[in-house]
């Protein structure tokens, strides 16, 4: 009896593994509580005339979490999800000026910890680099194209400036 129902748990766990692989959003979507599929992409199936029509049950909701809507006033109490959480600063677009700015003082202030810990060797810009660009999630590309915007406009030299003008 114990084999029928390990063979049975098995066979539905290979049945779901290759649904998730063949069909990945499901698994996100699904630990997400959200639904794929929208009302005007369901087909329509004609019924007989006397037939109840029972659809509005099953019509998905759309690509909308199950959650309140992010209008409606969060509290928020304990561990929470804050990817669910609506955010106060949505719309709010950053110039490459401010970016940049925020990249550069990001490397001043790991560079003064740094010296503040006596670590600094011959390797500690490069650690100091690394460390940024995974703070900031640029590429190696991206991290060139800073550091030859920030060269150009002497943004190290502003941003140390501005660190000892605030101390």
Request: aromatic letters at 8%.
């Amino acid at each position: 009896m114990i084999k029928i129902f390990l063979k049975a748990a098995i066979l539905v766990f290979i049945i779901l593994s290759i649904y998730f692989i063949v069909n990945p959003s499901a698994c996100s979507n699904l630990m997400m509580g959200r639904v794929t599929n929208s009302p005007d992409t369901e087909p329509q199936i004609a019924l007989p005339a006397g037939a109840a029509d029972h659809s509005e049950m099953f019509i998905p909701s759309g690509d909308k979490p199950l959650r309140q809507s992010a209008s409606q006033e969060q509290k928020v109490e304990g561990i929470t999800d804050t990817n669910s959480l609506a955010t106060d600063n949505a719309g709010v677009d950053y110039s490459q000026e401010d970016i940049d700015y925020a990249i550069a003082s990001r490397y001043v202030e790991l560079e003064n910890e740094y010296a503040q810990a006596k670590k600094t060797t011959k390797d500690t810009a490069k650690e100091i680099s690394y460390q940024v660009m995974d703070d900031f999630e640029l590429t190696p590309e991206e991290w060139e194209d800073f550091l030859q915007r920030a060269t150009k406009s002497n943004l190290f030299d502003k941003v140390r400036r501005d660190v000892a003008a605030a101390k």
